[in-house]
């Protein structure tokens, strides 16, 4: 027997309070957990303009999922202890409880792989976000294309919001035509001059678009011509740090998805030891009301085990019992053939043996 | 003639203190609210502290913090007093108090309703400190090398930016300022010595506005500068004018925002006026039931209870009696010859009538 413990009518009352106790507790975190995913996956909803896949989103429904099935299970835990102390309704409840701990252990197993995946899957998050923000960017001027029109206000919302501006940094509005042409004036020279300037014909400037403005410099903003030291009065390109965000829009939202995962962190784990106590102490329960019930004086003491056997014993009995119901199908047969197959070989020994003897 | 009079009987007597009891302890939470109120109006005006000119608008929430706080104590005495009046005998124990009590709720009860109405009521100062605070902003924008002044370039872009409005009544505001700081400006520059040269005051004016009027609901890049010469913007229509700025003023944004919460504040301190009022005529229903058992002598008996024992007319003359009265007590020790010495006899007379007096309420 593995981690024996003795129990006595008194303790196991107790046992069965506590268990209750605590099974309500674990339903409670359950909520939390659900409420948790929720919130998690409404901020990853709300920036899915930006985002070009949705593989992050296995995190929050995983966590949802979870919430829901954990509140199921620990319902049915706290209804079982209930019934535990009641002589008459407990031996229905034997073959369920071997499904609940198999459930727990998969809920347990699911938890911990939302916490690895909410640190593996940051690489997609970041390639994700990658592509949708260079997205965003490249059809920001396009806001008489249906489809597109929303890409200027979302990206423009987003860099004041977030404090950042462009993709890795705001040289990247140096690449992207973001001036839509209904608004360039194509007789101008400096206009045709930009156009002709690179192999697409795209209007391309050393400007970035307002919302890359940041509100603690000490100068108003300079939007256009920044490459150029003489354009403004007393501004020097290189050592300019304050006139707009220097972070990146993909570091940006990175970090704050990343703060948001990390802090159910916590959460999670708690959950998992919360659903492993009440595991326990459901296994102890049930097998010291058990031992109860089968002794002459049902208000004496038992033992309360967590296996019967060893553990080496309980696997290969496991693995045992698990062949045997993939073999039920094949069983018989076998066994006939070979009845069969032992009837004529006496039969064949019986017609040998008397002809020596003729 | 009694205003309101109405006889109880023990039961019923018994019944009302429970129920006041109840009422009371419900009172004290109503106080906590109130009190959370005028913390929380505290704290929304003075965030925007800088943009505000304060003209002693602070007084409304402190008026609600120290009406909740004074509900509070008042609530919690009524609870253990009204449970006490369940016993005739425990009562004896409260009776020169209860006056001073009914007293006390009737004045905290009125600076309740008072502070309903000031909520409702400092709109216009509001509005004054607002203009004024946010023209103050404008002109020290540019200030951020003068320590006192330097963040309110942050604050007023930051403002601009949640609020979505542009100046203080309009984007037109900002013409009438100088909002680019004199350090980068190059003096060298003959335009912007043109510019400086055309007003009197010499500053920098210009027809342009800072980033944080830019409006994200504009389908082009943001025109911030030459807002006045349409023609020096290619495609520059009347809509893409309309949409290019924010077109509120920071005003009106602003005073939409207190409105609001000051009228649901104004709501929930009405709400818990009426209550207030339930409260206090339970009480006096109470106090003068309880008076008038112990004034008959036996405590199982029916008694009654009013509001005011004569009409309002008469209590309000004996009342103004009473303070001529307390006057003339005081007034009576003087030595003057040319006063009557009064005789012997009305002398016993007159102290014994300023002692008289007070029982009759």
């Known amino acids: ?358 | 003639m009694a205003v309101g009079k109405l006889t109880f009987t023990k039961a019923e007597r018994e019944k009302l203190a429970e129920f006041l009891w109840l009422l009371n302890w419900i009172s004290v939470l109503t106080g906590a609210i109130l009190f959370g109120l005028g913390l929380f109006l505290k704290v929304e005006i003075q965030k925007r502290q800088e943009v505000m000119l304060e003209q002693g608008i602070l007084y409304v929430p402190h008026m609600l913090i120290t009406t909740g706080l004074v509900a509070c104590a008042i609530n919690f005495l009524g609870g253990k007093i009204c449970l006490d009046c369940t016993d005739t005998n425990k009562f004896l124990r409260w009776k020169m108090v209860m006056m001073p009590y009914v007293v006390c709720t009737l004045v905290f009860t009125a600076c309740v309703l008072a502070g309903a109405v000031m909520c409702y009521s400092i709109s216009s100062q509001l509005e004054e400190a607002l203009f004024l605070g946010l023209r103050n902003a404008m002109r020290y924008y540019k200030d951020t090398d003068t320590p006192g002044r330097c963040y309110l370039k942050k604050t007023l872009d930051l403002l601009q930016i949640q609020f979505q409005c542009c100046g203080n009544s309009g984007y037109r505001d900002w013409f009438q300022v100088q909002w680019v700081s004199s350090r980068y400006l190059d003096m060298n520059n003959s335009s912007v010595r043109d510019r400086l040269r055309s007003n009197v005051d010499r500053k920098y004016l210009m027809d342009g506005v800072p980033f944080s009027c830019c409006s994200t609901a504009s389908p082009r890049p943001c025109i911030q500068q030459r807002l006045s010469d349409r023609s020096a913007h290619f495609n520059f229509d009347r809509q893409s004018q309309q949409l290019n700025l924010w077109r509120r003023g920071c005003r009106s944004a602003l005073m939409e925002h207190y409105t609001q919460i000051l009228q649901s504040i104004g709501l929930t301190v009405l709400l818990i006026w009426l209550f207030e009022l339930l409260v206090l005529t339970g009480v006096r229903y109470l106090q003068t039931a309880m008076e008038n058992v112990i004034r008959l002598g036996d405590p199982d008996s029916e008694s009654e209870g009013w509001i005011l024992e004569n009409s309002l007319a008469e209590t309000a003359r004996s009342n103004f009696n009473i303070i001529k009265n307390l006057g003339k007590c005081y007034q009576g020790d003087d030595d003057d010859p040319n006063i009557n010495i009064p005789s012997a006899a009305t002398e016993r007379e007159l102290p014994s009538r300023c002692a008289h007096i007070p029982e009759t309420s």
């Open chain 1, 1 to 358: 027997m593995l981690l024996k413990i003795k129990f006595s009518q008194q303790r196991r009352v107790h046992l069965a309070q506590g268990l209750w106790l605590l099974s309500w507790m674990a339903v409670m975190w359950g909520v939390i957990i659900f409420c948790l995913g929720v919130y998690l996956k409404t901020e990853l909803l709300r920036r899915a303009e930006v985002m070009d896949n949705t593989e992050i989103h296995v995190v929050p429904n995983i966590l949802m999922m979870v919430g829901l099935a954990s509140i199921g299970t620990n319902w049915v835990a706290s209804r079982a202890c209930q019934d535990s102390l009641d002589a008459t309704r407990f031996p229905r409840w034997k073959v369920f409880l071997l499904a609940w701990f198999a459930v727990a252990a998969v809920l347990c197993c699911l938890l911990i792989a939302v916490v690895v995946l909410s640190y593996a899957l940051q690489g997609s998050l970041e390639e994700s976000l990658k592509v949708g923000l260079r997205n965003g960017i490249r059809f920001y001027k396009d806001t008489d294309v249906p489809g597109r029109c929303f890409q200027k206000e979302t990206i423009d919302r987003l860099q004041m919001e977030f404090r950042c501006c462009g993709n890795s940094n705001f040289k990247d509005w140096f690449e992207v035509q973001w001036v839509n042409n209904r608004y360039l004036d194509f007789t101008s020279k400096d206009v045709k001059d930009r156009i002709r300037s690179n192999v697409d014909g795209r209007y391309l400037l050393d400007g970035v678009p307002f919302s890359c403005c940041n509100p603690a410099s000490p100068r108003p903003c300079l939007q256009l011509q920044l490459t150029d030291n003489s354009a403004h009065y007393n501004y020097e390109y290189q050592s300019e740090e304050l006139n707009l965000y220097s972070r990146g829009c993909r570091q940006a939202l990175t970090d704050y998805f990343m703060e948001l995962m990390n802090s159910t962190g916590p959460g999670v784990l708690s959950v998992v030891l919360i659903q492993l106590s009440v595991c326990l102490s459901l296994r102890y329960l049930q097998t010291a009301v058990e031992g109860a019930m089968a002794l002459e004086d049902p208000e004496g003491d038992s033992e309360g085990y967590l296996l019967e056997k060893g553990v080496k014993e309980t696997i290969e009995d496991l693995k045992a019992n698990a062949l045997k119901m993939l073999k039920f199908g094949q069983v018989d047969p076998n066994a006939a053939e070979g009845s069969s197959e032992a009837a004529d070989a006496e039969k064949a020994e019986k017609t040998a043996s008397p002809t020596p003897a003729s």
